[in-house]
């Protein structure tokens, strides 16, 4: 006997479906070196444009070094995890959860430790924080769309509120 229900789908996160759209988990395993790219790019990308047009701000300016990997984590993260057929609300909570994700992740990695090693661990906070938050809005996407009753497995036979002239759904 169980305490809790048990979840219609409960064996659906078992295995990994296969899909055209890059993610993090490739084939199975995880994919470590596009966010150390991203990352690691970033900051270096906008270390270049820093020296070229702000030759005054220092590449130890702590804002330099959580933005820019964290910005450019967000995006790649964004743009992985996004459909072309899902609607602008849902792209537009997406593109904000990987922002604010990877930023706060990007700052945690950040203050966790000091020196050159402090641009690393910023790289794996703003990946891990940014997937972290599109997990959620996936999550949070796909219990809204179950409670509109888009999906048939997630819909169950309630009977109408008191006062309601609706038929029970239990039958005559």
Known sequence: ?????ANPGENQYTSVQNSNVPTLL?????DFETPVVLGLG?????????????????LASELLRILAPSGLIALGLYLAW????????????????????????????????SGLFALVTTTIGAAAAGNLALIAVSLFRERSARG???????????????????PHAGGA
């Open 1 to 5: 006997m169980h305490a809790w229900p």
């Open 82 to 113: 996004t459909h072309r057929d899902w609607d602008r609300a849902t792209k537009s909570l997406g593109l904000l959860a990987a922002i604010a994700g990877a930023l706060l992740g990007g700052w945690l990695g950040f203050t966790a430790t």
């Open 42 to 58: 970033g900051f270096f990308g906008a270390a270049l444009v820093v020296l070229t047009l702000w030759p005054a701000l220092s």
């Open 148 to 166: 509109h009753g888009n999906d048939p497995a997630g819909t169950y036979a309630v009977a109408p509120a008191p006062g309601s002239l609706a």
């Open 26 to 30: 490739i084939g199975g395993t995880l």
